[in-house]
C-alpha cells in the first residue's frame, strides 16, 4: 500500500509504481487529466506517453519558431467544439489580446500556447535525462540575445519565443538532481495554485478585495500555531516576503513590546537594545537590526558546541555582560534548522533563559519548521511551544512554490498595534463587515502578495500525512546519503555523528590529496576542491550542490534534501558526479 501522500511525488517512486511508463496507472492518470483539462491534458499526456513527439533539449541559440497556430474558434458558444482557424502570432501584438474588441479568440489561442510551453517545461523537470542547467556565461548570453527593451512593440509569435527562451536557461529547481538550495521541488497543485493567485492578481489588506484569500489566510495561521503548540491555535501571524523579513517583523514586534514609545518617537526614546543569537544564525537577523536601526553590533553572535547548536550558557553569560554595561537585552533568536549545519538550538534552555531575564524568544524555524508536520522528527523543536514568535518557512522543507514565508506570534493583537498607520483611504471603520478581517494594517507592506493559497491547496490535496511523508522521505534520503559516505575513500564529514536535518556536510577529498599531512598546503589545496567540482556540474548541468566555508572550516560540500521527487539512485549518482568530476583535481 502507498504511504500517505505518497502520489505527490509519483514521478520519482523507486517502484515505478507512478512511473509514466507504467502503462497501467500511466493510462488511468491520463484519462483523469483529459476529463478534467480537456485540450491542455491531451497535450500534456502526449508528451508523457508518446503520442506526439516528446520535447527535446534544443542545442541552438533560438527555441523553435512559433509558426502558424490554432486559433479559437468565432462562435458564441462557450466551450465549442468548432474546427480551429489557423493564426499566424506574426502577425498579432499584444494590442490584439483582451481587452481588445473581439481579443477573446486570439487570448485564448495565445495563452493555450504558453501553456503548451510550460507544460514541455514541467514534463523536462522530472526528465532525468535533461540538464538542471543549460549554463552560459553572463557576457555569452548577453551576447548571444538581444535583451534590451525597445519603444516599438513586438508581436505575438517573439513573445512566445521569449517564454520558450527564458525556460531554456533557467535552473530546473524542481529537477531531481538539483540539491543547490533549501528550497527545491516543483508541486503540481503548488503550481496550479500560483497561476490562479496571478489570475485573481488581487492584493491581500483587506477583506473587500481578496475576500477568500483573507479567510484560507485566517484558517492556515490558526492551523499552523496549533502545530506549534499555543493552546486553540491562538495569537496572531502573516504571511511576509521571506525569512528575513518574518525574522525582522519579530525583532520589530519584540522591540515595541517592551517599548511602545519608540513606534512615534524612535530609537532616540529607547536605551541601547540588544540582540542575541547563535554563531551559525541567518545572516537576516543583523540586517534585521540595521534596517530597524538597531545596529548591527548589537546583535550579539553567541557561541555554538561542534554540531552547530548554541550553548545555553554562554547565553546567559553574554546577556548578563549586557546588562552590567547598561544596555537592555530585548530578544533572543534561536534557530530550529541552521542553514549549513541543519542544528536544531536547545529550545527549552533557552527558553527558561528568556523567561528568567524577561527576554522576548523567537524562534527562526525557516528550515526546520516543516519537521513539526511529522511525528517522527518534530521533538527536535521541543520548546517551540514556548517561544513569543517564530519563523516558518513551507516554500522550504515543505515544498510550496516561493514564495511561501509565515510569522507566527503568541500574543494576539500586538502586531496590529505595533504596525497600525489607520489609513482612512483602505481601513474605513463604518465598512458592513467585520474589521478584524482587514489585514493590511498589521503589515508593514501594503501591497501584499496571496502567499497563502498555494499553501492551504496543497494542505488539502496531501493532508498533514502527505507533509509528514515527504519530510519523512526527505530525512531518510540525507541518512542515507551520511551512511553511504561516513566511511567512503575519499570522503570526511564536517561534523561526527548524524545529521539532524536533511543537511550532509563533507568534503571530497581528492587521491592527490590524500597522502598529504593535514597542513596548511593541503587545507590551501582542499579548498579549492569544491568550487571547482560545483563549477564543473555547472558546465555539464548533470547536478547542483551547494558549498562553503564556515569559520575555520574550508570550502565543503553542504547537502541538503527538499525535493519529493528524489530517490537512492539519484543519492547514488551524486556520489558518483562528485568523484568523476573531481579525481583529477
Given amino acids: 500500500m502507498a504511504s500517505p501522500g505518497s502520489g505527490f511525488w509519483s514521478f520519482g517512486s523507486e517502484d515505478g509504481s507512478g512511473d509514466p511508463e507504467n502503462p497501467g496507472t500511466a493510462r488511468a492518470w491520463c484519462q483523469v487529466a483529459q476529463k478534467f483539462t480537456g485540450g491542455i491534458g491531451n497535450k500534456l499526456c502526449a508528451l508523457l506517453y508518446g503520442d506526439a513527439e516528446k520535447p527535446a533539449e534544443s542545442g541552438g541559440s533560438q527555441p523553435p519558431r512559433a509558426t502558424s497556430r490554432k486559433a479559437a474558434c468565432a462562435c458564441n458558444q462557450k466551450p465549442c467544439s468548432c474546427p480551429k482557424a489557423e493564426v499566424n502570432y506574426a502577425f498579432l501584438h499584444a494590442t490584439d489580446l483582451l481587452p481588445a474588441c473581439d481579443g477573446e479568440r486570439p487570448t485564448l489561442a495565445f495563452l493555450q500556447e504558453v501553456m503548451d510551453i510550460l507544460l514541455q517545461y514541467v514534463v523536462k523537470s522530472f526528465d532525468r535525462s535533461t540538464k538542471v542547467i543549460d549554463f552560459h556565461y553572463p557576457n555569452e548570453l548577453l551576447q548571444e540575445y538581444n535583451w534590451e527593451l525597445a519603444d ?43 497561476w490562479l493567485t496571478s489570475t485573481a492578481n488581487t492584493n491581500m489588506f483587506t477583506y473587500e478585495i481578496a475576500p477568500v484569500f483573507v479567510l484560507l489566510e485566517y484558517v492556515t495561521l490558526k492551523k499552523m500555531r496549533e502545530i506549534i503548540g499555543w493552546p486553540g491555535g491562538s495569537g496572531d501571524g502573516i504571511f511576509s516576503p521571506g525569512g528575513a523579513i518574518s525574522n525582522m517583523y519579530a525583532m520589530l514586534i519584540a522591540r515595541f513590546k517592551m517599548f511602545p514609545e519608540v513606534k512615534e518617537k524612535g530609537m532616540a526614546a529607547v536605551p541601547r537594545l540588544i540582540a542575541f543569537t547563535s554563531e551559525h544564525s541567518h545572516f537576516s537577523l543583523k540586517k534585521g537590526a540595521a534596517a530597524l536601526g538597531i545596529g548591527t553590533d548589537s546583535v550579539i553572535l553567541i557561541k555554538c558546541d561542534e554540531r552547530g547548536k548554541m550553548i545555553p550558557s554562554d547565553l546567559e553569560r553574554r546577556i548578563l555582560e549586557a546588562k552590567q554595561k547598561g544596555f537592555v537585552p530585548f530578544l533572543v533568536s534561536a534557530t530550529a534548522g541552521t542553514t549549513v549545519y541543519g542544528a536544531f538550538d536547545p529550545l527549552l534552555a533557552v527558553a527558561d533563559i528568556c523567561k ?217 549518482f551524486l556520489i558518483e558526479e562528485i568523484e568523476r568530476l573531481g579525481q583529477d583535481l
Wanted: net charge neutral; with cysteine.
Fill in 356 to 572: 528568567k531575564y524577561k527576554i522576548w524568544m523567537h524562534v527562526d524555524a525557516a528550515w526546520g519548521g516543516g519537521l513539526l508536520m511529522s511525528r517522527k522528527h518534530k521533538w527536535k523543536l521541543s520548546g517551540v511551544e514556548r517561544a513569543n514568535s517564530v519563523t516558518w518557512n513551507p516554500h522550504k522543507m515543505m515544498g510550496v512554490p516561493l514564495q511561501c514565508s509565515a510569522l507566527l506570534v503568541r500574543e494576539e493583537g500586538l502586531m496590529q498595534s505595533c504596525n497600525q498607520m489607520h489609513a482612512s483611504y483602505l481601513f474605513q471603520q463604518d465598512k458592513h463587515y467585520d474589521l478584524s478581517y482587514d489585514t493590511g494594517d498589521k503589515a508593514l507592506q501594503c501591497g501584499r502578495h496571496v502567499d497563502v493559497f498555494k499553501l492551504w491547496l496543497m494542505w488539502r490535496a496531501k493532508g498533514t500525512t502527505g507533509f509528514e511523508a515527504h519530510i519523512d522521505k526527505c530525512l531518510e534520503l540525507a541518512e542515507y546519503l551520511y551512511n553511504i559516505i561516513k566511511n567512503r575513500e575519499g570522503y570526511e564529514m564536517v561534523f561526527d555523528g548524524k545529521p539532524q536535518h536533511t543537511n550532509v556536510c563533507f568534503w571530497y577529498v581528492p587521491p592527490s590529496l590524500r597522502v598529504l599531512d593535514n597542513n596548511e598546503e593541503r587545507l590551501s589545496r582542499l579548498s579549492k576542491v569544491a568550487p571547482v567540482i560545483k563549477a564543473r556540474m555547472m558546465e555539464y548541468g548533470t547536478t547542483m550542490v551547494s558549498y562553503q566555508p564556515l569559520g575555520d572550516k574550508v570550502n565543503f560540500f553542504r547537502m541538503v534534501i527538499s525535493n519529493p521527487a528524489a530517490t537512492h539512485q539519484d543519492i547514488d
Fill in 152 to 194: 516599438q512593440p513586438e508581436n505575438l509569435e517573439e513573445i512566445l519565443m521569449h517564454c520558450q527562451t527564458t525556460l531554456k536557461y533557467a535552473i530546473k529547481t524542481g529537477h531531481p538532481r538539483y540539491f543547490n538550495q533549501l528550497s527545491t521541488g516543483l508541486d503540481m497543485v503548488g503550481l496550479a495554485a500560483d
